[in-house]
């Protein structure tokens, strides 16, 4: 007998969340808060991230947000807005009443870790101004890829990196309704993702950020037409 075949490789497909499918909702919320545990919306609870940020949030069209799958596994997660400034006031004026409701349980059920999310949230919606960026920019809010799918060792095999996929779908997408130019704001001490944008051509805009309570920079580049 020959020798044996090679194994396919992995296959990598990026589904957004849509209408059509709910539950993807609850698979982004468990991604984001596993791989951005401290991020002020994972903070704010599993009922604001899973029903209120993925669930209500795109069905308005206020912000685009996608699962990567590696075959059939959920492997990372991408979110963006092309209204960075205003996304999360129409949804506040849009669904106060549930917002209230879904925070209060919430704080009832953690407030030592809620009532500073909070705060922290508010500070990073405040600070922001229409003179931070450009018109018609638009916003990588959220990215991550589990760690099995960022080894070097997948990634030599596979030829896969999802983070550079995601971050190519996010910037169709704020392209798709009218941005020009995308920024990020990652962790001043995430050397990864540092090396990752300046990598991919970004330019570092901001050293410092305000509202954030870990220090913060932020990457922005032009998108191509």
């Known amino acids: 007998s020959g020798p044996a075949a090679a194994a396919p490789k992995p296959a990598l497909r990026i589904e957004p969340l849509d209408a059509a499918h709910p539950a993807r909702a609850a698979i982004i919320a468990e991604l984001h808060a596993r791989l951005l545990p401290t991020s002020p919306a994972v903070l704010l609870g599993p009922r604001f991230l899973r029903d209120f940020y993925y669930a209500l949030l795109p069905g308005a069209g206020l912000i685009d947000a996608a699962i990567a799958y590696v075959d059939d596994a959920p492997a990372g997660f991408v979110a963006v807005s ?17 917002l209230a409701w879904m925070l209060t349980i919430s704080i009832l059920a953690n ?7 909070l705060w922290e949230a508010f500070q990073i919606m405040t600070s922001r101004t229409s003179d931070d960026q450009p018109p018609n920019t638009g916003e990588i809010l959220s990215l991550g890829v589990l760690a099995e799918f960022t080894d070097p060792k997948f990634v030599a095999a596979s030829g896969l990196r999802i983070a550079r996929e995601l971050i190519e779908y996010g910037q169709q997408r704020v392209a798709a309704r009218g941005s020009e130019r995308i920024f990020a704001i990652v962790d001043a001490d995430n050397l990864a993702a540092r090396f990752m944008y300046f990598g991919l051509g970004w330019t570092l805009t901001r050293s410092t950020v305000p509202g954030w309570r870990t220090p913060s920079v932020e990457f922005a580049t032009d998108l191509k037409k």
């Open 111 to 117: 407030p030592a870790k809620r009532i500073p999310a």
């Open 82 to 98: 092309s209204n960075p400034n205003g996304f999360m006031g129409a949804g506040l004026r849009r669904w106060w009443h549930r």
